[in-house]
């Protein structure tokens, strides 16, 4: 399975971007999905994860409330909307594929990784 991460970008604090995970094949609509960033300096972190029939999502503190994980399985293409960025946005954001159907927040659940995709917030 290869992960396309696409739609970051340089963007004001308060704006909006949506991100995409295009999957090579339809795997990956019987697995949950996340999405992780890594800031510079720090380690990868949790940001949000979907269950295979998007009925569970997950999402880290930081950006409940402002990050909505979605899926659609006939496009094997999974999609991040950050609203209301926030400086402390700033990272490289990585989108993976479970090995099983949940919903997962740590890392090692993960076994598909995409080469990330930079998002960078200006105050």
């Known amino acids: 399975v290869q992960l396309q991460a696409s739609g970051g970008g340089l963007v004001q604090a308060g704006a909006s971007l949506r991100l995409s995970c295009a999957a090579s094949?339809?795997?990956?609509?019987?697995?949950?999905m996340g999405w992780f960033r890594q800031a510079p300096g720090k380690e990868r972190a949790f940001v949000s994860a979907i269950s295979w029939r998007g009925t569970n999502t997950y999402y880290a503190e930081s950006v409940k409330g402002r990050f909505t994980i979605s899926r659609d399985n006939a496009k094997n293409t999974v999609y991040l909307q950050m609203n209301n960025l926030k400086p402390d946005d700033t990272a490289v954001y990585y989108c993976?594929?479970?090995?099983?159907?949940?919903?997962?927040?740590?890392?090692?659940?993960?076994?598909?990784w995409g080469q990330g995709t930079q998002v960078t917030v200006s105050s």
């Open positions: 094949r339809r795997t990956t609509s019987n697995n949950g």
């Open positions: 993976a594929a479970a090995r099983g159907a949940a919903a997962a927040v740590s890392s090692s659940e993960y076994a598909y």
